[in-house]
């Protein structure tokens, strides 16, 4: 899938009309940020591209009008488009004498907001830079991004979004498998924009004991609990300023997401034992390996962090979706550590790499990595087959169990998707891009 360039904020309270509306968007190819107030629509607004703003009318506290009239007023050139499960010929006035050009009442069909939002991004077509396509000829005439080594598509798309988003300090939560390079992507997002000589602290949450995260997070004054004998500061206040980098954020305690709530909504910390508290300006970017929104209907992450911290969804792709660039990426592991082992001329035969592109990678770049890394020790100048590992020999599946795998992972999705609404066929049918007669016919399966 290849984003378009457009940048759609969408701004609703209610969590399901949210994500209903990001996945819906997502399919027809869109990037978005994502906000469940008008505070948090409006720092999105003030730091980043927007191209199109569709926006709840009932929220709490500031309500859509609100937010329309300020768009308006500081933003006048990005359309505007209203929701609402609330319609009256009074609010719809309202909303196009604020600058909405457009009104949507709950509930409303896929083709409805598809329509509504292509005849909005037609109105700025013209005028609007084609970003995407220059960023595709500059990505193809190069291989390596801040260290994502790849020339795939779904490499372009990655580094399209970390161009996107590298300049303001909208939340980010990055997804993906284990080994899939989620650190590497918080760095260049890091260092390749404005707050690069701010500092980067990289936090692994997995890392740190349950009853020591909130002090080494938030800090803490001198007598706060036994040991204090200090007053210290903790991560978040290391990385004011800059970027603070929450690896494995799903191993963190209710009790570490609820501060973090706070510190998110209110752009301030304290620390522990102490009432005073320290704004600070700093971009949280936030990584997991497990889904964070099943985590929130069993009820072991926040489902208001899950969405403070998902206004911008990165995903790494693993290796076995993107094995065109394994050539690169050993090309690039054999230089680097043929300098190491003081191998700097080691090569690999054609039959070696045909080998290694057949195998699945469940363990993804960093995998591959420590492969290579074993080749280049184990071999003399040239890495031959009989120097791959035995493992990697003879792990290549049938084309049965190819279809048979291909076959269960659908079926969980469509299962971890009826389960996240309540098992509503027809809201899961929307979700899933299909109509319920098919749906239907699956499950029947």
């Given at each position: 899938?290849?984003?378009?360039?457009?940048n759609i904020l969408i701004v609703d309270d209610n969590?399901?009309?949210?994500?209903?509306?990001?996945?819906?968007?997502?399919?027809?190819?869109?990037?978005?940020?994502?906000?469940?107030?008008?505070?948090?629509?409006?720092?999105?607004?003030?730091?980043?591209?927007?191209?199109?703003?569709?926006?709840?009318?009932?929220?709490?506290?500031?309500?859509?009008?609100?937010?329309?009239?300020?768009?308006?007023?500081?933003?006048?050139?990005?359309?505007?488009?209203?929701?609402?499960?609330?319609?009256?010929?009074?609010?719809?006035?309202?909303?196009?004498?604020?600058?909405?050009?457009?009104?949507?009442?709950?509930?409303?069909?896929?083709?409805?907001?598809?329509?509504?939002?292509?005849?909005?991004?037609?109105?700025?077509?013209?005028?609007?830079?084609?970003?995407?396509?220059?960023?595709?000829?500059?990505?193809?005439?190069?291989?390596?991004?801040?260290?994502?080594?790849?020339?795939?598509?779904?490499?372009?798309?990655?580094?399209?979004?970390?161009?996107?988003?590298?300049?303001?300090?909208?939340?980010?939560?990055?997804?993906?498998?284990?080994?899939?390079?989620?650190?590497?992507?918080?760095?260049?997002?890091?260092?390749?924009?404005?707050?690069?000589?701010?500092?980067?602290?990289?936090?692994?949450?997995?890392?740190?004991?349950?009853?020591?995260?909130?002090?080494?997070?938030?800090?803490?004054?001198?007598?706060?609990?036994?040991?204090?004998?200090?007053?210290?500061?903790?991560?978040?206040?290391?990385?004011?300023?800059?970027?603070?980098?929450?690896?494995?954020?799903?191993?963190?305690?209710?009790?570490?997401?609820?501060?973090?709530?706070?510190?998110?909504?209110?752009?301030?910390?304290?620390?522990?034992?102490?009432?005073k508290t320290q704004k600070i300006a700093l971009r949280?970017?936030?990584?997991?390996?497990?889904?964070?929104?099943?985590?929130?209907?069993?009820?072991?992450?926040?489902?208001?962090?899950?969405?403070?911290?998902?206004?911008?969804?990165?995903?790494?792709?693993?290796?076995?979706?993107?094995?065109?660039?394994?050539?690169l990426l050993i090309a690039t592991f054999l230089a680097?550590?043929?300098?190491?082992?003081?191998?700097?001329?080691?090569?690999?035969?054609?039959?070696?790499?045909?080998?290694?592109?057949?195998?699945?990678?469940?363990?993804?770049?960093?995998?591959?990595?420590?492969?290579?890394?074993?080749?280049?020790?184990?071999?003399?100048?040239?890495?031959?087959?009989?120097?791959?590992?035995?493992?990697?020999?003879?792990?290549?599946?049938?084309?049965?169990?190819?279809?048979?795998?291909?076959?269960?992972?659908?079926?969980?999705?469509?299962?971890?998707?009826?389960?996240?609404?309540?098992?509503?066929?027809?809201?899961?049918?929307?979700?899933?891009?299909?109509?319920?007669?098919?749906?239907?016919?699956?499950?029947?399966?």
């Open positions: 899938m290849k984003f378009k360039k457009e969590y399901d009309m949210l994500e209903l509306l990001h996945r819906n968007l997502k399919a027809q190819h869109f990037h978005t940020y994502k906000a469940s107030s008008v505070v948090e629509a409006i720092e999105i607004l003030k730091f980043s591209s927007i191209d199109l703003l569709i926006t709840d009318l009932q929220m709490p506290g500031s309500n859509g009008i609100e937010l329309i009239k300020y768009a308006q007023e500081h933003f006048p050139l990005i359309p505007k488009l209203v929701i609402t499960g609330f319609p009256s010929v009074d609010s719809a006035v309202e909303a196009v004498k604020s600058g909405a050009l457009d009104y949507l009442a709950k509930p409303f069909t896929n083709e409805e907001l598809k329509k509504a939002v292509q005849n909005l991004i037609d109105l700025k077509q013209n005028t609007a830079p084609n970003y995407l396509e220059d960023t595709d000829l500059k990505q193809k005439k190069r291989t390596s991004y801040s260290g994502i080594v790849g020339q795939s598509q779904q490499i372009i798309q990655l580094i399209d979004l970390i161009e996107r988003v590298k300049d303001n300090r909208a939340t980010i939560l990055i997804q993906g498998e284990s080994g899939t390079g989620k650190e590497l992507v918080a760095r260049a997002i890091h260092y390749n924009g404005i707050f690069a000589s701010k500092p980067f602290i990289a936090v692994n949450c997995g890392g740190i004991p349950d009853n020591l995260m909130e002090s080494e997070l938030f800090g803490y004054v001198k007598g706060a609990f036994t040991g204090a004998n200090e007053t210290r500061g903790g991560f978040f206040q290391a990385a004011d300023g800059g970027t603070i980098f929450l690896d494995e954020i799903g191993t963190a305690p209710l009790t570490v997401q609820t501060r973090l709530l706070r510190v998110l909504q209110e752009k301030e910390v304290s620390m522990i034992g102490s009432q949280v970017v936030a990584a997991t390996n497990n889904d964070l929104y099943e985590m929130t209907k069993n009820g072991t992450f926040r489902e208001d962090l899950y969405y403070r911290l998902n206004v911008v969804n990165i995903e790494t792709p693993p290796l076995r979706q993107r094995k065109s660039d394994i050539k680097k550590y043929g300098q190491e082992y003081n191998k700097p001329n080691s090569t690999i035969t054609d039959k070696a790499i045909a080998l290694l592109m057949r195998h699945s990678w469940p363990g993804n770049v960093r995998e591959l990595e420590n492969v290579i890394q074993r080749m280049l020790i184990m071999s003399k100048d040239q890495i031959e087959v009989k120097d791959i590992p035995e493992y990697l020999k003879y792990s290549i599946p049938s084309q049965e169990q190819q279809l048979k795998s291909l076959k269960d992972i659908e079926k969980a999705h469509i299962l971890k998707v009826l389960s996240a609404v309540d098992n509503n066929k027809t809201r899961a049918a929307e979700i899933l891009q299909i109509d319920r007669k098919t749906l239907r016919l699956k499950l029947d399966k």
